[in-house]
């Protein structure tokens, strides 16, 4: 069978790697997003959308690399344990933050009057 080769890579190999690079994409500016953000509930939206997608995302590319067989099943049994855990385990953490008196954070209204006048 003839294959067609781009940069060196079957199509397949490189519809794989597009995939995984953008899932690390999605993974990389999570954890910007709980380094940089300011309380930790911005850092569990952060965690829990960033992470589900980028892992969803690179499942997707392992599958392709793969092709249809056992992997792929195996890979697709640990995407929908993923895909139900995390947003759970975000919404649970969430809810016991709030239960136990966590604050979110609030900008300030000097702050914010700053933010709007350099909007302007």
């Given at each position: 069978m003839n294959e067609v080769f781009i940069f060196g890579l079957t199509i397949r190999e490189l519809i794989a790697t597009v995939l995984l690079l953008i899932g690390f994409f999605f993974i990389a500016i999570s954890a910007i997003g709980v380094i940089r953000l300011p309380d930790f509930y911005s850092r569990l939206h952060s965690s829990g959308i960033g992470e589900t997608l980028g892992l969803m995302i690179s499942f997707l590319g392992l599958a392709v690399f793969e092709g249809l067989?056992?992997?792929?099943?195996?890979?697709?049994?640990?995407?929908?344990?993923?895909?139900?855990?995390?947003?759970?385990?975000?919404?649970?953490?969430?809810?016991?933050?709030?239960?136990?008196?966590?604050?979110?954070?609030?900008?300030?209204?000097?702050?914010?009057?700053?933010?709007?006048?350099?909007?302007?």
């Open positions: 067989n056992l992997m792929t099943i195996k890979l697709f049994i640990v995407f929908l344990l993923v895909f139900l855990a995390n947003p759970i385990g975000t919404h649970i953490l969430g809810q016991a933050a709030i239960k136990s008196g966590l604050v979110p954070w609030e900008i300030e209204e000097e702050e914010a009057e700053k933010d709007a006048e350099s909007h302007h």
